[in-house]
């Protein structure tokens, strides 16, 4: 595979399930996801670029732990897991996490209780700390301000609300469709504007 467009460089390929080494667990993955950012990465239009060939999904799964390396301790078999495939992670890379079987070092590994389903799952290490990161890092926004979001129905604008309310920080919400708005309201926007049929600066000068 070489970088492109997803449509154009991927496909469907078979290979033996790997080994896990000393300090690696193989998981069966059960469910992954496809961010935005894997789609960048595939293109070559992200922060890191992986060697092609390589396997799409550099960011997270959940699955279960089918077998363990030698003189690996912490984690047993059977047991469920998110694996954060994420370069930013230190140590060796991980392989990408679109597959049945992936190895991972266990330091990448993340017990999760059953009662989350597995599409909530699969999306716990990355959106979350991308919205911790954005709020309190990136923006620095302090308790009593504003934040005004667009796409604020995204994954990330939705943990963006909640973390937000968390701390003691309001905000401004935009969202494109109507029908959002009620659910932007109940996870806690202050405001929540909607480009259907509002002006947004008139609303946010308001």
Request: charged share 20%; with cysteine.
């Amino acid at each position: 595979m070489r970088a492109g467009e997803p449509l154009d460089v991927l496909r469907l390929e078979s290979r033996p399930v790997p080994t896990p080494s000393a300090g690696q667990a193989l998981i069966r993955v059960r469910a992954t996801p496809i961010h935005a950012s894997d789609l960048h990465v595939l293109r070559g239009r992200y922060g890191f670029t992986p060697g092609f060939p390589t396997v799409g999904g550099h960011m997270e799964c959940v699955g279960r732990i089918e077998a363990l390396g030698s003189d690996t301790g912490g984690f047993e078999v059977g047991e469920r897991v998110v694996a954060a495939a994420v370069p930013a992670v230190p140590g060796p890379p991980a392989d990408g996490t679109w597959q049945e079987y992936l190895v991972a070092d266990t330091h990448r590994l993340l017990p999760v209780p059953d009662r989350l389903s597995d599409s909530t799952a699969c999306q716990l290490a990355v959106n979350p700390l991308t919205a911790l990161l954005l709020v309190t890092r990136e923006l620095d926004v302090q308790p009593g301000e504003w934040l005004l979001q667009t796409a604020a129905g995204s994954t990330v604008g939705r943990l963006v609300i909640q973390l937000c309310g968390h701390l003691g920080i309001r905000t401004i919400n935009v969202v494109r469709r109507r029908a959002a708005v009620e659910e932007i309201e109940a996870l806690g926007g202050d405001e929540v504007i909607c480009t259907e049929d509002e002006d947004p600066p008139q609303r946010v000068a308001a």
